[in-house]
């Protein structure tokens, strides 16, 4: 009756992309610094080489001038002449961050030149915002600039792809930059993929944010939620519900991973239920093939549930269970009675009707089997091997119907990390009394 799962069909190279982010290099006349310049190295860093090269198939002048020598064209300009891009998919900033690098620049000066483009009365920004802006914090008159001529689409272009590469964009955000990629540009996912070096799935996932209530949106972007509470509230289709969820995630400091094992617990309870019943019906239906009628199963199946109860032998679980089955009988019997069969006949009538049983037990275990393999592709795409998929895992191993499922079932991913987060030995010790119940039942 058991049905395995199977592979799971993609990578880890789909759930893990390589962030090919490069930190900028030092100019040769720069001391080695402290704690503050590493931060604004890493503000200062070029784009990316390889976003630049994929880009730069169809885009050669916008690229080139990311990663061409900048000394000739560098100059300073009045920082009071340097507006903000007006496409800038960046609307938020980290005041403390800012306040770090300000000083950092009040120390060792703006490492990397601003990238801007001249529109006459002023220069706009293309790369380089969070320099500028630190840059009046800490009181610079001017700033060093590179200019550059670029169209529209290479502007808006350059510039998501700087923010998304550097990972400076929320969630919400970088969606944002990826719908405005697709909607402005036509450019298809995979494209987007390659040239900001994310996986198409990460970037499908990130466009499906967007498909969230604005409400839970903006608790994204304010950090009231993460990002991994937000896929999972994607499966809710009700706006209404989407936040009132979102809210008690926040309220109640719910985490996703609770909420994933709350549902797979559900399911592997009922899988645990469905099982039961299936075999206590199939072995008093077996008293059939003794010569006894079905008004006599009936009889004894009453007669062993009133006796049990006295004795205070039943859990309120099972005792469900054996009124399901009673309920079952009696409706094989009323068949019975109004179709007027004879014994033999009463039993090929009987296994007919048995036969969508087993039937309703493997859609179940099928259905739970996919939602817990469902479960570890969300867990590594959102989290990957962290502290996060260490609980998952935890929380399957101390859930009774889990461990009873898995071990009914089997589960790749599960035992993968079971043996790598090293809980070989706690699921022995489950198993073990799993084995010593079902002994006593």
Request: with cysteine; aromatic share 8%; proline share 2%.
């Amino acid at each position: 009756m058991a049905v395995k799962k199977k592979g799971l069909g993609r990578g880890l190279d789909a759930l893990f992309p390589e962030k090919s982010v490069k930190p900028a290099e030092k100019k040769p006349e720069q001391k080695p610094v402290a704690t503050n310049e590493s931060l604004h190295q890493q503000e200062e860093g070029s784009l990316n080489a390889s976003a630049v090269k994929s880009a730069a198939e169809t885009k050669d002048t916008a690229q080139a001038a990311v990663v061409e020598e900048p000394k000739k064209s560098e100059m300073l300009v009045k920082i009071s002449k340097v507006e903000p891009n007006r496409t800038q998919p960046r609307k938020q900033f980290d005041e403390d961050a800012l306040l770090e690098l300000s000083e950092s620049i009040k120390q060792f000066g703006i490492l990397q030149p601003l990238l801007v483009s001249d529109k006459g009365d002023y220069y706009e920004i293309i790369a380089g915002e969070r320099r500028w802006r630190a840059a009046k914090l800490a009181g610079l008159k001017e700033v060093p600039v590179i200019i550059k001529e670029f169209n529209d689409q290479q502007v808006v272009e350059i510039s998501l792809i700087e923010n998304i590469q550097r990972e400076d964009l929320n969630p919400i955000e970088e969606a944002m930059a990826y719908k405005r990629l697709i909607d402005e540009f036509k450019l298809k996912q995979d494209n987007i993929a390659e040239r900001v070096s994310k996986s198409r799935t990460a970037v499908t996932n990130s466009l499906r944010l967007l498909k969230l209530d604005e409400r839970v949106q903006q608790m994204l972007i304010d950090e009231m939620i993460s990002a991994g509470h937000a896929r999972a509230i994607l499966a809710i289709t009700d706006k209404d519900k989407q936040a009132s969820v979102a809210m008690k995630i926040f309220d109640e400091k719910l985490s996703v991973v609770g909420l994933l094992n709350g549902k797979l617990s559900e399911m592997f309870a009922e899988s645990y239920r469905q099982d039961a019943y299936v075999t206590e019906l199939f072995g008093w239906l077996k008293q059939l093939k003794t010569g006894k009628t079905l008004s006599q199963v009936v009889k004894e199946i009453h007669e062993d549930f009133n006796e049990k109860k006295k004795t205070e032998k039943l859990g309120k679980a099972q005792e469900h269970m054996l009124l399901d089955v009673i309920k079952t009988l009696e409706s094989y019997e009323q068949i019975s009675k109004a179709e007027h069969l004879e014994a033999e006949a009463e039993f090929e009538r009987v296994r007919e009707e048995f036969k969508k049983e087993p039937a309703k037990l493997e859609q179940q275990t099928e259905n739970t089997t996919k939602e817990l393999d469902n479960a570890f592709d969300f867990m590594e795409e959102a989290f990957g091997q962290s502290q996060e998929m260490v609980v998952f895992v935890t929380e399957l191993n101390v859930n009774y119907y889990s461990v009873w499922f898995i071990k009914e079932n089997g589960c790749d991913k599960y035992y993968q990390y079971n043996r790598g987060l090293l809980f070989d030995e706690q699921q022995a010790e489950i198993m073990a009394e799993m084995d010593e119940l079902e002994r006593k039942f």
